[in-house]
């Protein structure tokens, strides 16, 4: 059964970086559709990016776009997702999820939802605070 577990979260001032992995425990994500969600404390669960299987489509948020970017390493089967710029509204807990041969849409799109993942991981805390 696939497994997925994220790690690279932390404090980061305003304005820094950092760079999360999410990383299955099958050897194949080939199949994959990958997004990346965070939840703000007191807040819903949202999509911020998403990578389709072969790596040759993504999309982000308007909140996250030009600061934010999400890419894969099938090989390794490990999605990763930088982040440049960061702000205090990014501070969250930060999840990647898979889906099943599902497309990555964009985000303007209502089909692109929580519903077409089925697989999660337990999240990294992202904190960005001066």
């Known amino acids: 059964q696939l497994q997925l577990v994220e790690s690279g979260g932390g404090l980061v001032q305003p304005g820094g970086s950092l760079r999360l992995s999410c990383v299955a425990s099958?050897?194949?994500?080939?199949?994959?559709?990958i997004g990346w969600f965070r939840q703000a404390p007191g807040k819903e669960r949202e999509g911020v990016s998403c990578i389709n299987s072969s790596g040759t489509r993504r999309n982000h948020a308007d909140p996250v776009k030009g600061r934010f970017t999400i890419s894969r390493d099938n090989t390794k089967a490990t999605v990763y997702r930088q982040m440049n710029n960061l702000k205090p509204e990014d501070t969250g807990i930060y999840f990647c999820a898979a889906g099943f041969l599902n497309p990555c849409l964009p985000y303007s799109d209502d089909r692109n939802s929580a519903d077409e993942y089925d697989t999660w991981g337990q999240g990294t805390q992202v904190t960005v605070s001066s």
């Open positions: 099958e050897t194949s994500l080939d199949h994959y559709l």
